[in-house]
């Protein structure tokens, strides 16, 4: 949210033709904003200076994903009439944001006419950007987050918030699957690439967090979405099941297969858009927080069952074909599992249970 300001920027405007000088005044009425044109010299002969528009030239390199904007910080106004905003920037990715001897930073803070000041190198701290206009400092921020982001993107993901889907039934019924399955494997399936039983769960979101502050924030964001929104869903004791039932693919062929995945839904089938509200929130929450891309408007909830990812280093990497197991287990049921917690989970870790490390548990 921007900070409320009581300065108001006046527009550009376009120079008449004419020889006419006119005044344009703002005009409030009620919550709305008119502009009164007024000739300011009727009998004006002077001549005048024609002006014209200032060029646009926000992110000259290249569009903007809207998508990939914060929604969720504040501008505020200093005392001395600057808006200024700050956010926090790991100092692992501080020197892509500074670029090669600052001709990244100095040409951003040319575009957006806004002072950028960044910690040192390896030196934890605020990036504090300074402006005449809240637009100009939105826009550098924008474009700022926009360069963290994409290096991000060339980082693996380090951890992902879930809700396990463990439970003896469930172990059963995927054993028995996966063995049904291996008698005669249809092309590219092999042992490797079906999900572990004690790994099982429910992806909510997933992140990409460089250092300790972040994994810290990441925890905060986390609990303040419980603590604002999912508890009231549980406010009455209720108790949600989770039931996995009939399989997907996350593409279009099904002769050619990365991820097949299980399908859930609330054993109360009425109750079922409550599972995916909680999952959209939290969503929600981390995208705003600048932590987490928005990749689709709403949650897809599954369950991974086999990922070509997981094969052996020394398999031949390659899709399977998916047209058999679709057909034979549309409506298969998996069995159910109590939801009775959400994980912010570490990846590649196994506790005590063998499922993920968790940087925080909520039991609910």
């Given at each position: 949210?921007?900070?409320?300001?009581?300065?108001?920027?006046?527009?550009?405007?376009?120079t008449?033709?004419?020889?006419?000088?006119?005044?344009?005044?703002?005009?409030?009425?009620?919550?709305?904003?008119?502009w009164?044109?007024?000739?300011?010299?009727?009998?004006?002969?002077?001549?005048?200076q024609?002006?014209?528009?200032?060029?646009?030239?926000?992110?000259?390199?290249g569009?903007?994903?809207?998508?990939?904007?914060?929604?969720?910080?504040d501008?505020?106004l200093?005392?001395?009439?600057?808006?200024?905003?700050?956010?926090?920037?790991?100092?692992?990715?501080l020197?892509?944001v500074?670029?090669?001897?600052?001709?990244?930073?100095?040409?951003?803070?040319?575009?957006?006419?806004?002072?950028?000041?960044?910690?040192?190198?390896?030196?934890?701290?605020?990036?504090?950007?300074?402006g005449?206009?809240?637009?100009?400092?939105?826009?550098?921020?924008?474009?700022?987050?926009?360069?963290?982001?994409?290096?991000?993107?060339?980082?693996?993901?380090?951890?992902?918030?879930?809700?396990p889907m463990?439970?003896?039934?469930?172990?059963?019924?995927?054993?028995?699957?996966?063995?049904?399955?291996?008698?005669?494997p249809p092309?590219?399936?092999?042992?490797?690439?079906?999900?572990?039983?004690?790994?099982?769960?429910?992806?909510?979101?997933?992140l990409t967090?460089?250092?300790?502050?972040?994994?810290?924030?990441?925890?905060?964001i986390?609990?303040?979405?419980?603590?604002?929104?999912i508890s009231?869903?549980?406010?009455?004791?209720?108790?949600?099941?989770i039931?996995?039932?009939?399989?997907?693919?996350?593409?279009?062929?099904?002769?050619?297969?990365n991820?097949?995945?299980?399908?859930?839904h609330?054993?109360?089938?009425k109750?079922?858009?409550?599972?995916?509200?909680i999952a959209d929130?939290?969503?929600?929450?981390?995208?705003?927080s600048?932590?987490?891309?928005?990749?689709?408007?709403?949650?897809?909830?599954?369950?991974?069952?086999?990922?070509?990812?997981?094969?052996?280093?020394?398999?031949?990497?390659?899709?399977?074909?998916?047209?058999?197991?679709?057909?034979?287990?549309?409506?298969?049921?998996?069995?159910?599992?109590?939801?009775?917690?959400?994980?912010?989970?570490?990846?590649?870790?196994?506790?005590?249970?063998?499922?993920?490390?968790?940087?925080?548990?909520?039991k609910?």
């Open positions: 949210m921007y900070a409320n300001t009581n300065n108001k920027q006046f527009p550009d405007f376009f008449c033709k004419g020889p006419i000088q006119t005044t344009i005044t703002p005009i409030k009425i009620k919550n709305s904003i008119y009164m044109s007024t000739i300011t010299n009727e009998n004006a002969t002077a001549s005048y024609q002006t014209y528009l200032k060029s646009y030239d926000d992110n000259e390199e569009l903007l994903d809207c998508g990939d904007i914060e929604e969720s910080y501008i505020n200093t005392k001395s009439g600057k808006f200024i905003t700050s956010f926090y920037v790991p100092s692992s990715l020197s892509h500074i670029g090669a001897k600052g001709v990244r930073l100095k040409s951003l803070q040319r575009s957006t006419n806004t002072l950028i000041k960044v910690p040192k190198v390896n030196e934890k701290g605020e990036v504090k950007i300074t005449d206009t809240e637009r100009n400092v939105a826009s550098a921020r924008t474009q700022l987050s926009l360069i963290v982001m994409k290096q991000k993107d060339k980082l693996p993901i380090s951890h992902f918030v879930s809700i463990i439970s003896q039934s469930i172990k059963n019924k995927l054993q028995e699957f996966q063995e049904q399955i291996l008698k005669q092309r590219g399936v092999t042992a490797s690439i079906f999900q572990k039983p004690e790994k099982l769960h429910l992806t909510i979101c997933t967090l460089v250092d300790d502050d972040e994994v810290l924030a990441a925890k905060k986390l609990q303040t979405c419980y603590d604002e929104v009231a869903y549980f406010k009455r004791n209720d108790k949600f099941e039931i996995m039932e009939g399989v997907e693919i996350m593409n279009d062929d099904p002769s050619e297969v991820v097949l995945y299980g399908k859930v609330l054993a109360d089938t109750q079922t858009h409550k599972l995916q509200e929130t939290i969503s929600e929450y981390y995208y705003k600048g932590l987490a891309r928005r990749q689709y408007d709403k949650v897809k909830l599954h369950v991974t069952l086999m990922n070509t990812r997981y094969r052996n280093a020394d398999e031949k990497p390659e899709k399977f074909d998916a047209r058999k197991i679709l057909d034979q287990y549309e409506n298969y049921c998996f069995g159910s599992v109590e939801f009775n917690s959400i994980q912010l989970s570490v990846r590649f870790t196994s506790g005590d249970d063998k499922y993920y490390d968790s940087a925080l548990l909520i609910l």
